[in-house]
């Protein structure tokens, strides 16, 4: 029910998911008519692949999570983390309120052993491949070890997605040198150097895009920001390059032959490829969409979701953490 | 004599300059030896309106700033910022070790009346225009005071250099409600509201090249890492936009056909022209030029240090602070 678009988004979405692919079903959680009447307009039916779930109420985009948490019970995006609790999904796909999503997925599934809080994880597209950078803003405040949860977190989602046993993980500084950044990052820094993680070092921000190491952690403040000016940047070099084209009736003709090159620039640069964020920590999947998703976008995260199921990443976090505890419960392992 | 190529790059950007600004005389200041050198390989010479000022020392580009303030008295950064200090110069410009330059700075000019700590403010370039980004990088945690301080600094230079006497202000933040964000940046917000200056509220990432509000206010941790993301993704789409268009030997004709179109987006989004960073705050003009720069990059550092010092920014920062020290004594003011 979620997102600028609600059912408009998603039933399709859905659908264009089930066709590629024809060993998962799918359960469209919220409001039976609404949901009905999209189908009916896809000329879609549900049947053993694809069914409805009823939940009477929807979480508004701007509603405060608490709220949200405590007086809608039967709301779309709480009845359907209640089926990955239950163990009915295997993963949950929302486009909805972000904190909300956040607030209720911790209060219904709670944090796998080990973690403090879960985090916003995304992989972004980078010079050689993808990165996977968190938390972006789930958590404002971190503790150095919260960060270094983090690490554990997302070299768990990045290793299981892309079958790399060690993937390398980056401390987002400042500069490069150990005495650079704030204590939290120094501390998190020697944690990290002090752990079994594949620990590469402080990273800046150009090394998200250089593609410098795997996984990249920072607080969900920083992360949040880097995320959202990337997004600013990418629109307005877009904008000013349609613009360029756009300026004379030759230039508009150069445009018309020059279309395939932009097309796949345009195609290899698409956000709706990288829509999926996963919030990692949780002892379920859960992925949340940009609300502002396209049926591409949307389809995009599922398959996200998809992925993180078939994959193990939770039993990958788990198995770090606890091997973690074991090792501080063993000082002569470290 | 900083930066990564040092006279190579000063030398023929001071050149330029003279040419561009025939009421500007320049000082080179550094290693006698080594200006002259590069001086007479580009056929030029001293004369009233560019001298050499001999300094025996250079600071290295990895030097710790706290070793280099202490042990380098005579260092070309150290003898320029002094030039600054006697009135002998109206501004310095370096592509020097940023972190020296900064303690070097703070140490001799000592910063205006009601500033705790000098910042590094930087115009980008936006979809309407550009807008004043500040703090960059110099202070890694940051008080709500301080916050508020950036602010006053960010809207004198915004106003003075664009002749706009109530620049908008933003804050950057990870949501537009006043709930969002940090403790820190909660208090700076209830500060800039209470304030006399234009606070239009919260911005996030994507209003920075939105071009939202003027002013965009930030720690130096988020700024930086704002920053250089940016760098990063621009360097991205650059270069991936290249890789398409040398696909294949149909896509380099396109390309040479688009070449007029694709020079001026190249034109429009070159960042060199924007490579002049002011360290604000101090009793006197210091512009940072990217290490990297090249003559062209260095060039446009220079503008921006003649601008600040046409413009009278230092006053209007003392104004502001200095009215506000007036608000604050007299409650019956606010």
Known sequence: ?????????TVPAALKFLKAHPEVNVVLVGLQDAIEAELKARHAKTGPRLRIHHASEVVAMDEPPQLALKNKKDSSMRV????VKSGEAHACVSAGNTGALMATARFVL????GIERPAIAKLMPTMRGTSCVL???????????QLYQFAVMGSALYGALNHNERPSVGLLNIGSEDIKGNETVKAAGELLKASRLNFYGNVEGNDIYKGTV???VCDGFTGNVALKTSEGLAKMLTEFLKEEFFKSWWRK???VVAMPVLMSFRHRMDTRRYNGASLLGLRGIVVKSHGGADKLAFYYAMEQALE???SGVL??????????AAASADPLEI
Chains 1, 2 share one sequence.
């Open 1 to 9: 029910m979620g997102g600028d678009h609600g059912t408009h988004v």
């Open 308 to 310: 993180e199921a078939s």
């Open 214 to 216: 795997d996984v990249v």
């Open 253 to 255: 003709l150069i445009a």
């Open 80 to 83: 359907a983390i209640n089926l």
């Open 110 to 113: 709670k944090t796998l052993a």
């Open 135 to 145: 938390d972006l803003g789930a958590n404002v405040d971190c503790s150095p070890e």
């Open 315 to 324: 039993s990958k976090i788990s198995e770090t953490m606890s091997g973690h």
